[in-house]
């Protein structure tokens, strides 16, 4: 008993100094060293960078702008979300699979993929409306250069959030609640009033919070739409002077980071504290569909559902392949004219798209992998912390991910941007520095699915195995791994289509012959290659399509709750 | 008050009948257990009653009203019924008084009537302090009691409950089991309730239907079902005692000592119809044994407070059971009578 207490203690050591020595450099340093850069020199008075950039009216028409058009995202994202997800989790509607997996393939497709998609829809030069020869005038303003414009893409790219926090919360309310208040005496109707929507409210507000930050920290879709009509939220501010002045104006860029950080972090508290609320600690038989009658409505609603993933989906990705198809952009698509010369292109001349595209699946896969491989140790000590330790780590690991890429991206940049000490490496400009702040970034995507399903682990299920006589390692390996490897994978799967498709971080640190295939498509179309543009869009649509339907199809071997569109 | 039929139901669950051909008719007012192992269909009966699953073939009737049969089917909301869930089930965003209102404000009971019935309702189960509490701060036997004023505030013509103790420790079932008593005979609800526990079905329920396998197997008081188990099956799953094969007898049949102890003495091989003998019904002789008793051997004893629990076995190798007022020493040999027996029906 004494050998087995002190084998325990030595493992907590252990994996007590590897989770805050994680914690203190992926997660807090970046941080730290961005605070400090913003507000070190406030001693200087009017002339330090801090209060330049408040007293900027740039920066003020940028916070407008990014602060209108998220709110207006986050609306249409909770609209289009909360609507598929009662739709999709609560009647009897037909073919829930299909709807659920085209729903969320706009949350999978990167931002400057969906922003270029629409640019192809609308606008004077759309090969699309050329070819059904409703093309506006030359001239003529292509409308999604606009803050609206801005906003509805920001919605149709966040309504997955909305989505799924919403379903998830669906599918844990048990069963009886709504019998009971069926048998009470109440309608379909009523119920949903009554019941669902009261009870699951947390989580519509959570996701609403999530959607809101999401929106907040996008940089691919007001990049695309709001540069060239001189909109600018923050993180395209911040993209645009590091790229005009380099890293000399990187005090000032501090600043406006923690800025944008501070609204962030305001967000991050809001969805925290609702989600805190909608949990009930329910009990009962869960997980199955409610079932709600449509009767009538059956034909109306679907056709509902299918126009509006006619207009969010289907159109554009068909704008987007029509562009990749033509010679030229204003040439309309028909049987003389339909080429692959673009594909060729980007695929044999261009060595640049393979060569992002191995960058984008080293970076996404090294760092699904690893954080998978570190999560369980992690949030197996994390989850033994007091209370409060335990939330203040959490909150500390969150941070790189809350914070808009942008944010972190200048902190890396802050930390890296003189070689290491000691070892005299520089990381500034490498492949290493993006896979860093990866890591950082998407450390508690993985983390905490694995925390929350940890938490939810009856603690009796490991004291019967060290009853039994199994060791620490050996109980993590043996019982608490199986139970909580769909929540591991889930957080693998997502940190690599994260990161496979990111631009935000990889745009302020990619340098010649590091590009990813986020970057290579911003650079296509701001080098005015739209339909280049399209054709590695339309190919990294179909990589994300097929990587989404090969793990449905796997979806019934894996654990439940693995696929997130699946149940 | 209401009348409730239930006429040759049956429900498939893609091949599989969970519930089959089932028929019974619960009088006005009766206190009925659906009983049975788990997976025997009980759940599922209930569940048609409620309204929450469609019946695949027959009829369920409420008084003269058709609930449900393989082309019609009563919303749940429209059958004026109410459920006490083993989970519970109640609305967490709700406090305890909205809870246990929630039925009337759906009937359109506002104002002072609406607030004098929550409180009645509230008070008949002894939580009238904990009005404005939530569920999530109640015990589990709170939490019980307010789902059942929940049931009475609306009066309704069947109460429908679902394994409603199994989720509680032995004391509370006791006090529970009073409150649903005391419940039934102030309100005078047709009661139907799922369990599979026979003990709380025999000292709740009026009648008992014992189900297997989706089929009633036996449809009777307590009493009989206790004194006259139709089958072998049924014998095992109720009360205890002991089964011994006879050569006279057939099943149904109630058999007197002489009969009994004559019907014993045939060879073995002759021996074939099943008897039930209720520990009761076996007198352990102190004096002498005559050449008409049984012997047997005591394998071991279980001490019971009131009494010994005896383990028999008779000479032809066969168990039995007996009460004793003492101990006795294992191994030591017994002289007995049977005094009655019941035939039963070979499974």
């Known amino acids: 008993m004494a050998a087995f207490e002190i084998g325990a203690g030595g493992q907590q050591r252990w994996l007590l100094t590897a989770l805050t020595l994680v914690i203190v450099t992926l997660s807090l340093a970046p941080s730290a060293r961005l605070l400090f850069e913003a507000l070190g020199d406030l001693s200087l008075g009017s002339d330090a960078p801090l209060v330049r950039v408040l007293q900027s009216g740039a920066t003020w028409r940028a916070l407008g702008y990014s602060i209108y058009t998220s709110g207006l995202g986050t609306l249409i994202a909770l609209v289009l979300g909360s609507l598929f997800a009662f739709v999709i989790t609560l009647t009897d509607i037909r073919a829930k699979a299909a709807l659920v997996f085209c729903f969320m393939l706009p949350m999978m497709i990167p931002p400057q993929v969906t922003a270029l998609a629409w640019l192809q829809l609308f606008g004077p030069a759309s090969p699309l409306l050329k070819s059904l020869g409703i093309a506006p005038a030359l001239g003529s303003p292509q409308p999604l250069y606009s803050a609206e414009g801005i906003a509805l893409l920001l919605g149709i790219q966040a309504a997955p959030l909305v989505f799924l926090a919403l379903r998830t919360s669906l599918l844990a309310l048990p069963r009886e609640l709504i019998e009971a208040a069926r048998i009470s005496g109440a309608r379909q109707s009523q119920v949903w009033g009554h019941i669902v929507l009261p009870v699951t409210r947390g989580a519509l507000v959570a996701g609403a919070a999530m959607a809101f930050i999401s929106s907040l920290g996008n940089f691919g879709i007001p990049a695309m739409l709001g540069i060239p009509a001189g909109i600018y939220v923050l993180p395209t501010l911040i993209y645009q002077r590091m790229a005009s002045f380099g890293t000399g104006v990187l005090p000032e860029m501090a600043s406006l980071s923690l800025l944008i950080g501070v609204i962030a972090l305001l967000g991050v508290a809001l969805q925290q504290r609702y989600q805190r609320r909608s949990r009930f600690g329910l009990t009962g038989h869960s997980g199955r569909a409610h079932d709600f009658l449509l009767g009538r409505l059956k034909l109306p609603v679907t056709a509902l559902m299918v126009a509006v993933l006619l207009v969010i989906l289907v159109a554009p990705l068909a704008a987007l392949m029509i562009s990749s198809l033509v010679p030229a952009m204003g040439v309309p698509l028909n049987a003389a004219t339909a080429t692959l010369a673009a594909y060729e292109e980007v695929l044999s001349r261009q060595g640049a798209t393979w060569r992002a595209v191995s960058n984008s699946l080293w970076l996404a896969g090294g760092a699904a992998l690893l954080l998978m491989a570190a999560s369980l140790p992690l949030a197996y000590r994390l989850y033994r912390l007091p209370p409060r330790l335990q939330s203040l780590a959490l909150g500390a690991v969150e941070l790189p991910y809350a914070l808009p890429g942008v944010v972190l991206a200048i902190a890396c940049i802050l930390l890296f941007v003189r070689p290491l000490p000691i070892i005299d490496v520089a990381l500034y400009g490498t492949l290493t520095l993006i896979f860093i702040a990866y890591l950082a970034r998407f450390l508690v995507v993985c983390l905490k699915p694995v925390a929350a399903s940890l938490a939810q682990l009856d603690p009796s299920l490991e004291e019967a195995a060290q009853l039994a006589g199994a060791g620490p390692w050996r109980r993590m390996a043996t019982i608490v791994l199986p139970l909580v490897a769909p929540a591991l994978f889930a957080g693998g799967l997502l940190v690599f289509l994260l990161a496979v498709n990111e631009l935000t971080v990889s745009a302020l640190l990619w340098s010649a012959g590091n590009e990813t295939l986020g970057v290579l498509i911003f650079n296509l179309d701001e080098g005015g290659e739209s339909v280049l543009a399209s054709a590695v869009s339309i190919l990294v649509v179909m990589l994300v399509a097929a990587l989404m339907l090969a793990l449905s199809l796997l979806a019934p071997r894996l654990p439940k709750g693995v696929v997130p569109w699946q149940r | ?347």
């Open chain 2, 1 to 347: 008050m209401a009348a409730l039929s239930i006429e040759g139901v049956s429900k498939f669950f893609g091949e599989h009948a969970a519930v089959d051909d089932l028929s019974l008719t619960v009088e006005p007012g009766e206190f009925v257990a659906l009983l049975g192992p788990s997976g025997c269909g009980k759940t599922t009966m209930l569940r048609m009653l409620a309204g929450f699953e469609p019946v695949s073939r027959g009829e369920i009737r409420l008084n003269d009203t058709l609930l449900a049969s393989a082309s019609h089917h009563v919303e749940p909301e429209q059958r004026h019924m109410a459920m006490v869930f083993q989970s519970y089930a109640l609305w967490p965003h709700m406090s305890v008084a909205d809870n246990v209102g929630y039925p009337l404000k759906l009937k359109k009971v506002r104002g002072a009537a609406y607030r004098e019935r929550v409180h009645r309702a509230l008070a008949l189960v002894e939580l009238e302090g904990y009005a404005s509490r939530t569920p999530q701060a109640l015990s589990g036997g709170q939490r019980q009691r307010v789902a059942l004023a929940r049931c009475l505030v609306v009066e309704p013509a069947v109460v429908l409950l679902d394994e409603p103790l199994a989720n509680l420790d032995r004391h509370l079932r006791a006090a529970m089991e009073q409150s649903f008593q005391a419940f039934h005979r102030r309100t005078q609800a047709t009661m139907v309730y799922v369990t599979h526990d026979q003990s709380e079905a025999m000292a709740l329920a009026d009648r008992i239907a014992v189900m297997r396998e989706g089929r009633l197997v036996q449809w009777a008081t307590p009493e009989t079902l206790y004194r006259e188990p139709k089958s072998q099956w049924v014998a095992g799953f109720i009360g205890q005692g002991s089964e011994l094969y006879i050569a006279n007898g057939a099943p149904g049949q109630r058999l007197t000592e002489a009969t009994l102890m004559q019907g014993l003495t045939a060879p073995l091989a002759s021996r074939t119809q099943p008897v039930l003998v209720r520990p009761e019904h076996v007198r352990i002789k102190a004096d002498a044994p005559t050449a008409r008793d049984l012997s047997a051997r005591l394998e071991h004893q279980t001490f019971r407070g009131e009494r010994f629990e005896l383990h028999l076995q008779l000479q032809d190798g066969t168990a039995l059971m007996a009460y004793h007022p003492r101990a006795l020493t294992p191994g030591q040999s017994v002289a007995l009578t049977l005094t009655e027996g019941w035939c039963l029906e070979r499974d």
